[in-house]
């Protein structure tokens, strides 16, 4: 065969395998090499075909899905949501007790007194004040009262008054909900 041809027939086989690659085709390494000696192509020869396939080589890897991104870390936890205390203020004691989702609150008579004003206010969230839901009066001989709790924080006002109107007994049980009624009650001072 001679030089000339022999040239030729190298070219276009490294042609093919650019061609291949160009097309994202994977070229047969092996098959191409026995070609390139099968028309007497020399060590220089082999040497091209492999820089060709080196480039074909390093497209593939480019061409690689990438490596995943490690894990995120994990978020911090939510800030637990805000539960206020029952609290209780006053100059009486109040007991409670519940049946189903009723709760009850209790208090002792008191002699001075001749109507309880009972008041029922709701928190809409941590930040607001309470507004007024429900007011009732009951006679002197009621010492109970029943609350059917939810996820707002409720207030009650229990106000015995005198004769005269006066203010004789009281107490103020703030933020119970459905979650912390049965929870321990902050007793606050009172000023009477």
Known sequence: ???????????????????????GRD?????LAER?????????????????????????????????????????????AFRA???ITGNMEVRRNATGST???????????????????????ARSDYVVRDERTLDRTATTVELTLGELPLRVHIL?????GRLVRRAIVSALT??????RWQRRASAS
Do not use: C, Y
């Open 103 to 125: 709760v009850t609150l209790a208090w002792d008579a008191a002699p001075a007194v001749v109507a309880w004003d009972i008041r029922f206010s709701e928190r809409p969230d």
């Open 1 to 23: 065969m001679s030089q000339e041809i022999q040239q030729e027939a190298l070219a276009a086989i490294l042609d093919e395998a650019r061609t291949d690659i160009a097309a």
């Open 27 to 31: 070229p047969d390494e092996q098959a």
């Open 36 to 80: 390139i000696r099968s028309v007497g192509g020399d060590t220089k020869a082999l040497q091209q075909l492999e820089r060709v396939l080196t480039v074909q080589r390093a497209r593939a890897r480019l061409a690689a899905p990438p490596t995943p991104p490690p894990a995120p870390l994990p978020r911090p936890r939510a800030r637990a």
């Open 160 to 164: 015995g008054r005198a004769n005269d």
């Open 178 to 183: 459905r979650d912390n009624w049965d929870d």
């Open 85 to 87: 205390q029952p609290t």
